[in-house]
């Protein structure tokens, strides 16, 4: 695909085509990584932020001897003991859920398919 350099205040451009950034998810004050290699410039989307992982070893050199963990809170949305209701009568029995499933099952492959075949007329050029 060729694309032309645009000048841009004191900078110079290059505009991305529609059908790439959405592909993408390319919007504008997204980052991106630029490299350079040799006479090839790559642009790769910046990953997302970084989520933290931590060793069970290191939290635990965290407590000292004879430290009281910390109160625990209750999150939780119904107060212990839970509720026993019975739902049978308003749950989808086991064929109810079958029909479902297929239902959904059949959309989906029906939407990979209008995908695959965007992606089949955008290679041809249509």
């Known amino acids: ?3 032309k350099i645009s000048k841009w205040g004191n900078s110079l451009a290059v ?6 950034t959405d592909e993408l998810s390319l919007t504008p ?13 790559t642009i790769e989307t910046a ?3 970084k989520i933290p992982h931590f060793r069970l070893e290191d939290l635990l050199a965290q407590i000292k001897p004879g ?3 910390p ?3 209750n ?4 107060e212990p003991p839970w509720p026993d209701d019975d739902w049978s009568d308003v749950a989808p029995t086991g064929e109810e859920w079958d029909v479902m ?3 959904a099952e059949a959309k989906l492959a029906k939407r990979r398919e209008g995908v695959a075949r965007e992606g089949q007329n955008r290679e041809m050029g249509q």
């Open 75 to 78: 999150w939780s949305a119904v």
């Open 29 to 41: 004050g997204k980052d991106v990584e630029i490299a350079k290699e040799g006479t090839r410039l």
């Open 15 to 20: 505009r991305l085509p529609k059908h790439l």
């Open 67 to 69: 430290q009281k963990p």
């Open 101 to 103: 499933r297929r239902v």
């Open 47 to 49: 990953p997302g932020p």
């Open 1 to 3: 695909m060729k694309a």
């Open 71 to 73: 109160p625990t809170e």
